[in-house]
Protein backbone atom coordinates (compact mmCIF):
# COMPACT_ATOMS: atom_id res chain seq x y z
CA UNK A 1 0.00 0.00 0.00
CA UNK A 2 1.82 3.17 -1.27
CA UNK A 3 1.35 5.85 1.66
CA UNK A 4 1.00 9.46 0.87
CA UNK A 5 1.88 12.61 3.14
CA UNK A 6 0.80 15.78 2.07
CA UNK A 7 1.33 19.40 3.97
CA UNK A 8 -2.06 19.52 6.27
CA UNK A 9 -2.23 23.22 5.17
CA UNK A 10 -0.86 25.54 2.79
CA UNK A 11 -1.94 29.85 2.30
CA UNK A 12 -1.27 31.45 -0.87
CA UNK A 13 -3.47 34.73 -2.69
CA UNK A 14 -4.91 35.21 -5.91
CA UNK A 15 -3.23 35.21 -8.88
CA UNK A 16 -0.46 33.63 -7.72
CA UNK A 17 0.71 29.75 -8.98
CA UNK A 18 0.29 27.03 -6.19
CA UNK A 19 2.18 23.78 -6.17
CA UNK A 20 1.16 21.22 -3.73
CA UNK A 21 3.77 18.37 -2.89
CA UNK A 22 2.93 14.86 -2.35
CA UNK A 23 5.06 12.01 -1.17
CA UNK A 24 5.03 8.63 -2.29
CA UNK A 25 8.18 6.90 -1.21
CA UNK A 26 6.85 3.30 -1.91
CA UNK A 27 4.84 3.57 -5.03
CA UNK A 28 4.65 0.35 -7.32
CA UNK A 29 5.16 -0.22 -10.87
CA UNK A 30 1.49 -0.26 -11.99
CA UNK A 31 0.60 2.51 -9.73
CA UNK A 32 -1.37 5.59 -10.43
CA UNK A 33 -1.37 9.04 -9.42
CA UNK A 34 -4.48 10.94 -8.95
CA UNK A 35 -6.23 14.47 -7.28
CA UNK A 36 -9.36 15.12 -5.80
CA UNK A 37 -10.40 18.47 -4.81
CA UNK A 38 -13.17 18.74 -2.36
CA UNK A 39 -15.38 21.80 -1.15
CA UNK A 40 -17.34 22.04 2.37
CA UNK A 41 -20.84 19.90 2.03
CA UNK A 42 -19.39 18.51 -1.20
CA UNK A 43 -17.90 15.48 -2.55
CA UNK A 44 -14.57 15.23 -3.60
CA UNK A 45 -14.36 16.13 -7.85
CA UNK A 46 -11.60 14.75 -9.70
CA UNK A 47 -8.85 17.32 -11.24
CA UNK A 48 -5.23 15.42 -12.58
CA UNK A 49 -4.28 12.26 -12.96
CA UNK A 50 -0.74 10.63 -14.02
CA UNK A 51 1.42 7.63 -14.00
CA UNK A 52 5.22 9.85 -14.85
CA UNK A 53 6.09 12.86 -16.76
CA UNK A 54 3.89 15.57 -16.56
CA UNK A 55 0.23 16.21 -17.64
CA UNK A 56 -1.99 18.85 -18.09
CA UNK A 57 -5.40 19.64 -18.04
CA UNK A 58 -7.62 23.14 -18.52
CA UNK A 59 -7.55 23.07 -14.78
CA UNK A 60 -4.06 21.40 -13.19
CA UNK A 61 -0.66 20.51 -14.18
CA UNK A 62 0.91 17.39 -12.63
CA UNK A 63 4.26 16.97 -12.07
CA UNK A 64 6.05 13.41 -11.46
CA UNK A 65 9.72 13.06 -11.49
CA UNK A 66 11.69 9.88 -12.97
CA UNK A 67 11.26 8.33 -9.56
CA UNK A 68 7.62 8.58 -8.89
CA UNK A 69 8.09 9.12 -5.23
CA UNK A 70 6.54 12.19 -4.92
CA UNK A 71 3.88 14.84 -7.42
CA UNK A 72 3.14 18.25 -7.39
CA UNK A 73 -0.26 19.43 -8.36
CA UNK A 74 -0.04 22.92 -9.67
CA UNK A 75 -2.59 25.44 -9.98
CA UNK A 76 -1.54 28.36 -12.23
CA UNK A 77 -3.47 31.71 -11.15
CA UNK A 78 -6.05 30.23 -7.91
CA UNK A 79 -8.54 32.36 -7.33
CA UNK A 80 -10.52 32.53 -3.70
CA UNK A 81 -13.01 29.96 -5.17
CA UNK A 82 -9.62 27.54 -5.16
CA UNK A 83 -9.95 27.39 -1.52
CA UNK A 84 -10.99 23.67 -0.69
CA UNK A 85 -9.03 20.24 0.71
CA UNK A 86 -6.98 18.85 -1.59
CA UNK A 87 -6.35 14.83 -2.09
CA UNK A 88 -3.58 13.04 -3.18
CA UNK A 89 -3.91 8.97 -4.16
CA UNK A 90 -1.54 6.55 -5.16
CA UNK A 91 -2.66 3.27 -6.08
CA UNK A 92 -4.08 0.96 -8.57
CA UNK A 93 -7.76 -0.59 -8.45
CA UNK A 94 -8.40 -3.45 -9.82
CA UNK A 95 -11.54 -6.05 -9.38
CA UNK A 96 -10.35 -8.39 -7.27
CA UNK A 97 -7.04 -6.80 -6.53
CA UNK A 98 -7.68 -5.15 -3.78
CA UNK A 99 -8.72 -1.13 -3.48
CA UNK A 100 -5.16 0.42 -2.49
CA UNK A 101 -5.57 3.05 -4.98
CA UNK A 102 -8.74 4.12 -3.20
CA UNK A 103 -6.99 5.35 0.03
CA UNK A 104 -7.95 8.84 0.59
CA UNK A 105 -5.68 10.68 3.43
CA UNK A 106 -6.23 13.54 5.52
CA UNK A 107 -5.70 16.14 2.23
CA UNK A 108 -4.13 19.40 2.27
CA UNK A 109 -6.34 22.60 2.85
CA UNK A 110 -5.72 25.24 0.56
CA UNK A 111 -6.57 28.81 1.96
CA UNK A 112 -6.69 31.72 -1.01
CA UNK A 113 -6.63 35.41 0.17
CA UNK A 114 -7.56 38.15 -1.64
CA UNK B 1 -27.19 15.84 -15.73
CA UNK B 2 -27.69 14.26 -12.45
CA UNK B 3 -24.66 12.58 -11.94
CA UNK B 4 -24.76 10.31 -8.97
CA UNK B 5 -27.89 11.03 -6.50
CA UNK B 6 -27.74 10.34 -2.90
CA UNK B 7 -31.12 9.76 -0.88
CA UNK B 8 -31.70 10.91 2.05
CA UNK B 9 -29.53 14.16 2.46
CA UNK B 10 -29.63 14.42 6.33
CA UNK B 11 -30.94 11.49 8.56
CA UNK B 12 -31.17 11.14 12.64
CA UNK B 13 -31.52 7.72 13.86
CA UNK B 14 -31.36 6.07 17.32
CA UNK B 15 -28.46 3.31 18.64
CA UNK B 16 -29.80 -0.09 17.29
CA UNK B 17 -32.11 1.30 14.62
CA UNK B 18 -31.77 0.16 10.81
CA UNK B 19 -31.23 2.46 7.48
CA UNK B 20 -30.40 1.72 3.91
CA UNK B 21 -28.70 4.73 2.34
CA UNK B 22 -29.45 4.96 -1.42
CA UNK B 23 -27.46 5.69 -4.33
CA UNK B 24 -28.08 6.24 -8.25
CA UNK B 25 -26.28 7.13 -10.93
CA UNK B 26 -27.26 8.20 -14.08
CA UNK B 27 -24.00 7.66 -16.68
CA UNK B 28 -23.32 4.19 -17.28
CA UNK B 29 -20.87 3.53 -14.95
CA UNK B 30 -19.68 -0.15 -13.72
CA UNK B 31 -17.96 0.30 -10.88
CA UNK B 32 -19.91 2.24 -7.66
CA UNK B 33 -17.94 2.78 -4.21
CA UNK B 34 -19.46 4.00 -0.68
CA UNK B 35 -17.30 5.68 1.32
CA UNK B 36 -17.56 7.38 5.36
CA UNK B 37 -15.69 11.33 6.08
CA UNK B 38 -15.16 11.86 9.64
CA UNK B 39 -14.64 15.76 10.91
CA UNK B 40 -11.30 16.77 9.57
CA UNK B 41 -10.56 13.50 8.06
CA UNK B 42 -9.98 11.93 4.76
CA UNK B 43 -12.54 9.40 3.45
CA UNK B 44 -12.71 5.66 3.92
CA UNK B 45 -13.56 2.81 1.45
CA UNK B 46 -16.32 0.74 3.08
CA UNK B 47 -17.68 -1.38 0.15
CA UNK B 48 -17.46 -1.03 -3.71
CA UNK B 49 -19.05 -2.90 -6.37
CA UNK B 50 -16.38 -3.52 -9.48
CA UNK B 51 -19.30 -4.66 -11.79
CA UNK B 52 -22.48 -5.26 -11.87
CA UNK B 53 -23.10 -8.50 -9.69
CA UNK B 54 -20.16 -8.15 -7.82
CA UNK B 55 -19.18 -6.39 -4.05
CA UNK B 56 -15.82 -6.29 -2.31
CA UNK B 57 -14.94 -5.14 0.94
CA UNK B 58 -13.03 -1.79 1.28
CA UNK B 59 -10.60 -0.74 4.39
CA UNK B 60 -13.61 -0.45 7.43
CA UNK B 61 -17.03 -2.41 6.37
CA UNK B 62 -17.90 -3.74 9.69
CA UNK B 63 -21.14 -2.70 10.68
CA UNK B 64 -22.42 -2.32 6.72
CA UNK B 65 -23.53 -4.25 3.89
CA UNK B 66 -24.24 -3.60 0.29
CA UNK B 67 -26.51 -4.51 -2.52
CA UNK B 68 -25.51 -3.30 -5.74
CA UNK B 69 -29.49 -3.76 -7.42
CA UNK B 70 -28.61 -2.83 -10.72
CA UNK B 71 -26.49 -1.30 -12.89
CA UNK B 72 -27.41 2.01 -11.56
CA UNK B 73 -28.36 1.68 -7.94
CA UNK B 74 -25.75 0.51 -5.20
CA UNK B 75 -26.84 0.72 -1.65
CA UNK B 76 -25.66 0.44 1.78
CA UNK B 77 -27.38 -0.77 4.60
CA UNK B 78 -26.96 -0.22 8.56
CA UNK B 79 -28.48 -3.32 10.09
CA UNK B 80 -28.04 -2.19 13.81
CA UNK B 81 -26.66 1.14 14.12
CA UNK B 82 -23.99 2.44 16.57
CA UNK B 83 -22.85 6.33 17.44
CA UNK B 84 -19.21 5.11 15.99
CA UNK B 85 -21.39 5.30 12.67
CA UNK B 86 -22.14 8.88 12.76
CA UNK B 87 -20.83 10.28 9.49
CA UNK B 88 -21.06 11.63 6.67
CA UNK B 89 -21.38 8.88 3.78
CA UNK B 90 -20.36 9.42 0.06
CA UNK B 91 -21.43 7.39 -2.91
CA UNK B 92 -19.12 7.40 -6.06
CA UNK B 93 -19.17 5.77 -9.71
CA UNK B 94 -16.49 5.41 -12.06
CA UNK B 95 -16.79 3.85 -16.12
CA UNK B 96 -14.74 0.85 -14.70
CA UNK B 97 -12.08 -0.44 -12.16
CA UNK B 98 -9.00 0.46 -14.16
CA UNK B 99 -8.45 3.29 -12.32
CA UNK B 100 -10.90 5.71 -14.06
CA UNK B 101 -11.87 9.25 -12.16
CA UNK B 102 -14.22 8.65 -9.67
CA UNK B 103 -17.88 10.75 -9.69
CA UNK B 104 -18.91 11.49 -6.55
CA UNK B 105 -22.83 12.48 -5.08
CA UNK B 106 -22.97 15.35 -2.67
CA UNK B 107 -23.31 13.12 0.42
CA UNK B 108 -25.75 11.83 3.41
CA UNK B 109 -24.82 13.53 7.00
CA UNK B 110 -25.95 10.74 9.01
CA UNK B 111 -26.06 11.24 13.19
CA UNK B 112 -26.69 8.21 15.21
CA UNK B 113 -27.95 9.36 19.21
Known amino acids: LAKTTQPISMDSYEGQEVNITCSHN???????ITWYQQFPSQGPRFIIQGYKTKVTNEVASLFIPADRKSSTLSLPRVSLSDTAVYYC???????????????FGKGTHLIIQP | NAGVTQTPKFQVLKTGQSMTLQCAQDMNHNSMYWYRQDPGMGLRLIYY???????DKGEVPNGYNVSRLNKREFSLRLESAAPSQTSVYFC????????????FGDGTRLSIL
Open chain 1, 26 to 32: NIATNDY
Open chain 2, 49 to 55: SASEGTT
Open chain 2, 92 to 103: ASSEDDSNQPQH
Open chain 1, 89 to 103: LVGFFYSGGGADGLT
